[in-house]
């Protein structure tokens, strides 16, 4: 994978937004729930890719974790998210894909994965394979929505397909004679 600058810069913009916005959380159940981070999920699976979107949701999780507004549970759950996402967009091309692949990497996949990291790790003794599941659907169908919202807002006024030329590679140009 070569580096793209743009995508790099974006994923660190998105970070930067992650954790700023990240003390905006509402309480479900056993976990707090942070709707903008799947938000940036789904946009990082639209205009950044999986590789890029991987590391946008961790980098997002690990400062959290240092400023103490986010806990362990935030690796598992936004960063399978955010790369099942970034996957079945890149191999369907279907924005709605997009949301289908945050819902089930963040809602069910990591819900589940954050039952060793929570037993493990935070001795959390009560914690079943499913206990985050419900909370973690709850978060990113809230986000998906409203990233359909935002999307939806770019569709309608052009600016998405503007926002994916700039942030996409362009392929280079050959010099020399045409073949």
Same mark, same amino acid.
């Not at 590789?51 to 999780?61: E, K, R, V, W």
């Given at each position: 994978?070569?580096?793209?600058? /743009?995508? @790099?810069?974006?994923?660190?913009?998105?970070?930067? @937004? #992650?954790?700023?916005?990240?003390?905006?959380?509402?309480?479900?159940?056993?976990?707090?729930?942070?709707?903008?981070?799947?938000?940036?999920?789904?946009?990082?699976?639209?205009?950044?890719?999986?590789?890029?979107?991987?590391?946008?949701?961790?980098?997002?999780?690990?400062?959290?974790?240092?400023?103490? +507004?986010? %806990? !362990?549970?935030?690796?598992?759950? %936004?960063?399978?998210?955010?790369?099942?996402?970034?996957?079945?967009?890149?191999?369907?091309?279907?924005?709605?894909?997009?949301?289908?692949?945050?819902?089930?990497? +963040?809602?069910?996949?990591?819900?589940? !994965?954050?039952?060793?990291?929570?037993?493990?790790?935070?001795?959390?003794?009560?914690?079943?394979?499913? +206990?985050?599941?419900?909370? &973690?659907?709850?978060? +990113?169908?809230?986000?998906?929505?409203?990233?359909?919202?935002? @999307? #939806?807002?770019? &569709?309608?006024?052009?600016? &998405?397909?503007?926002?994916?030329?700039?942030?996409?590679?362009?392929?280079?140009?050959?010099?020399? /004679?045409?073949?």
């Amino acid at each position: 994978m070569r580096l793209n600058v /743009k995508k @790099l810069a974006l994923a660190g913009m998105m970070t930067a @937004l #992650g954790v700023c916005l990240s003390t905006f959380s509402i309480p479900v159940g056993v976990s707090r729930c942070f709707p903008i981070q799947h938000l940036l999920n789904v946009l990082a699976g639209v205009f950044l890719g999986p590789g890029y979107a991987l590391g946008f949701s961790f980098s997002t999780a690990l400062i959290r974790n240092f400023l103490g +507004t986010g %806990s !362990l549970l935030a690796f598992p759950g %936004s960063m399978a998210g955010a790369f099942l996402g970034a996957l079945f967009y890149r191999y369907s091309g279907k924005v709605w894909m997009t949301f289908v692949g945050e819902i089930v990497g +963040t809602g069910i996949l990591g819900g589940m !994965l954050c039952y060793p990291v929570a037993f493990l790790f935070m001795g959390n003794r009560e914690a079943a394979v499913f +206990t985050y599941v419900l909370p &973690f659907l709850i978060s +990113t169908v809230g986000g998906c929505m409203m990233a359909a919202v935002l @999307l #939806g807002i770019l &569709f309608k006024s052009g600016a &998405f397909r503007c926002l994916k030329s700039m942030v996409d590679e362009q392929p280079a140009v050959r010099k020399g /004679k045409p073949s």
